[in-house]
C-alpha cells in the first residue's frame, strides 16, 4: 500500500492540564516554561497532585504529532514508535488511530508508556513540561515498518531521536530505507536542548541525509550561530527544502536560493502546545499534494493557528482542517 507520510520516533502520552497561576509550578518545584525529566513514579506524583484541576489525554511526541496532523487532513500516514501494555499505551493506541485509521505501534510488555505531563497557563498558554520516556526509548528495531517506508513519499524523524537509547539506531536505519528506495526525509531540531547536546551530529545529519529540514528560531540560531533571518539561508544550503518557525512572527520557508515569508493567522491562545509540529504535519500534507513552497508555509500556519487555538497538540476537529485545506487551494 503506498502512503504519505511516514514516521518513527518516541511515543509519550500528552496529558494536559490547565493550571489557573504559577503558585502551582512553585508548589511543585517546577520552572515555568521548561521541560523536567522525570522517573516514573516522580512523575505519578505531580499528576495526582493536578489531576484534580481535570487533564485531557491524548497521543504525543513531536513525531507522532506531526504524522497524526497530516493523517487528520487526509494523509494516508502511518506511525512507529514503542508504548507499552498498560492504560496508556491502549489510549495511545485509539488516538492514533483515530487519526490516522491505524498505527504500527510496538507494545512491549511489562514496560510503562512514555508519557508528558503538560501544565498550561490560563493567562497566556505557556506549557511547563513533565516527562517520562518510559518504553519510548526502546524501539530497537523496525521490523516490517521498513516496507512501509519503501512505499511512503516522506519519512519524518523528530531530534529527540538522536539523544540515544536503542531508537537512535532505529532512526538512521529508517533514514537508510528511505535513501535506498528514494523516499524523501524530513527532519524536525524538536527542541533547542537537542541542538545544543548534539549539534555536531545534528548538522552532519541535515547536511548529508535530509531533504526537508524544520527548525524554531533559537534552533536554527544554535546550529549557525546566526540571528533566524541570516541563518535560514545557511540552512537552506544543507537540504532541499529549510523551514524556521518564528511562533508570532510567522515562518520563513527556503528553497532553490527563494525565501518566503509566511504570516501567521492570528487567534485566541490557549494551549501552544504542538503548535510547531502541527505547522510541520500540515507542511508535510500540502508538500505531499505538490502544492507550491509558499502553500505548504500557509497551511502549516493555518494548521498551527488552530492549534493553539485549543487544548491539545492534533487539531481533531476535520471539518476545521477541511476549510484550512480549502482556504489555501482556493
Known amino acids: 500500500m503506498s502512503l504519505d507520510v511516514v514516521g518513527v520516533g518516541n511515543a509519550i502520552m500528552d496529558a494536559l492540564v490547565r493550571i489557573p497561576d504559577e503558585e502551582v509550578l512553585d508548589q511543585l518545584g517546577l520552572a515555568r516554561g521548561q521541560m523536567t525529566p522525570a522517573d516514573h513514579n516522580r512523575w505519578h506524583q505531580v499528576y495526582d497532585a493536578v489531576h484534580a484541576l481535570g487533564v485531557e489525554i491524548h497521543s504525543g511526541g513531536s513525531c507522532a504529532n506531526v504524522v497524526a496532523t497530516s493523517g487528520v487532513l487526509g494523509a494516508r500516514a502511518l506511525f512507529c514508535g514503542q508504548v507499552g501494555d498498560d492504560l496508556f499505551g491502549n489510549k495511545y493506541g485509539d ?38 520516556l518510559g518504553t519510548s526509548v526502546d524501539l530497537a528495531e523496525l521490523g516490517s515498518f521498513a516496507d512501509r517506508i519503501r512505499h511512503a513519499k516522506v519519512l519524518h524523524l523528530e531530534g529527540y531521536g538522536l539523544l540515544g537509547g536503542p531508537v537512535k539506531q532505529a532512526v538512521y536505519d529508517a533514514m537508510d530505507v528511505a535513501r535506498e528506495a528514494n523516499v524523501a526525509i524530513s527532519l524536525d531540531c524538536a527542541d533547542p536542548f537537542v ?35 541570516e541563518a535560514i539561508e545557511e540552512l537552506g544550503s544543507w537540504v532541499s527544502v529549510a523551514v524556521v518557525k518564528l511562533g508570532a512572527e510567522g ?57 493553539v487555538g485549543q487544548v491539545g497538540a492534533v487539531v481533531r476537529d476535520r471539518a476545521a482542517m477541511a476549510r484550512a485545506v480549502a482556504a489555501v487551494s482556493a
Not at 548538522?203 to 533571518?229: C, P, Q, Y
Open 95 to 132: 488516538s492514533m488511530e483515530a487519526a490516522c485509521g491505524t498505527h504500527a505501534l510496538v507494545v512491549a510488555e511489562g514496560k510503562v508508556s512514555g508519557k508528558c505531563l503538560s501544565l498550561i497557563s490560563r493567562k497566556d498558554g505557556e506549557r511547563t513540561m513533565l516527562t517520562d
Open 195 to 229: 541542538a545544543r547536546i548534539c549539534k555536531d551530529e545534528l548538522i552532519a545529519v541535515f547536511r548529508s541525509r535530509v531533504d526537508i529540514g524544520f527548525f524554531n528560531r533559537e534552533e536554527a540560531e544554535i546550529l549557525t550561530g546566526k540571528e533566524a533571518h
Open 251 to 307: 515562518s520563513l520557508v527556503r528553497a532553490s536560493g527563494q525565501t518566503f515569508q509566511v504570516p501567521v493567522f492570528p487567534t485566541q491562545v490557549l494551549d501552544t502546545t504542538g503548535a510547531g509540529d502541527s505547522y510541520a504535519g500540515a507542511f508535510l500534507y500540502a508538500w505531499t499534494r505538490g502544492l507550491s513552497l509558499d502553500k505548504c508555509g500557509e497551511l502549516g500556519s493555518r494548521v498551527a493557528a488552530l492549534t
